[in-house]
């Protein structure tokens, strides 16, 4: 009985070592991985969390200051001979890696004040394309979907773009500061003879309204 159970015992590391020492799967078979096992990102938060089986994320950066958005793919490369690793494809477009290198994806976020809304769909797929007879043939691939939000830049969305006033006659009156969005006082000297002035700030593309002296007027009028 004790040499059965020695017997079993071996047998059962044996088969416990060929598993892990298992070859990699190679493209075209059943169990070529197409997943990645990590999605990370340098900005912002992924929601939900990730998954190998997910399909549909978001990150949300919320500082409007980020201009770089770097992601990390990661694929489980034990899985893989390392002349044969997946093809991925970003937006349709080949992606170039190296599966001794991290796998590192770069967004340009706001090159301006505006908000940013764009999606990327990640393929991972099998190098030896679609199998099966045609019109059955099919892909091992998986793909991921990727909703990138920034908000615009608030601060700047509301500062002043120009400001020009003009007396009644159309004569440009001429501050004495130079303008500076930043700038939060202009002082302009006008002649005694002129009955009023005409006050044209300009806002930027973004902003929705505009007051002065606490009364909302028509934006950029």
């Given amino acids: 009985r004790t040499s059965r159970a020695v017997l079993v015992g071996v047998f059962a590391v044996f088969a416990a070592c060929a598993l892990a020492d298992e070859d990699p799967a190679l493209p075209g078979t059943a169990n070529y991985e197409t997943q990645l096992v990590g999605l990370q990102s340098s900005e912002g938060h992924l929601n939900p969390q990730f998954t ?22 990661v694929l489980h490369l034990a899985k893989y001979d390392m002349l044969h690793c997946p093809i991925i494809t970003i937006n349709d477009e080949p992606f170039e890696y190296s599966p001794i290198q991290p796998l590192i994806f770069k967004v340009k976020l706001n090159e301006s004040i505006a908000p940013f809304d764009k999606m990327f769909r990640i393929k991972i797929a099998d190098p030896s394309g679609p199998s099966g007879a045609w019109p059955f043939a099919r892909l091992n691939a998986h793909e991921y979907n990727l909703h990138v939000l920034q908000p615009p830049d608030f601060d700047h969305i509301v500062e002043a773009q120009s400001l020009m006033v003009t007396s009644s006659a159309g004569q440009e009156l001429i501050s004495a500061e130079t303008f500076d969005p930043q700038q939060e006082v202009y002082t302009y000297h006008v002649a005694g003879e002129v009955e009023s002035v005409v006050l044209a700030p300009r806002c930027g593309v973004f902003a929705t309204g505009m007051k002065i002296n606490g009364e909302s007027v028509n934006i950029n009028d």
Wanted: hydrophobic share 45%.
């Fill in 52 to 73: 190998q089986e997910g399909g549909d994320f978001k990150i949300f950066v919320d500082n409007g200051d980020i201009k770089m958005l770097v992601l990390t793919l």
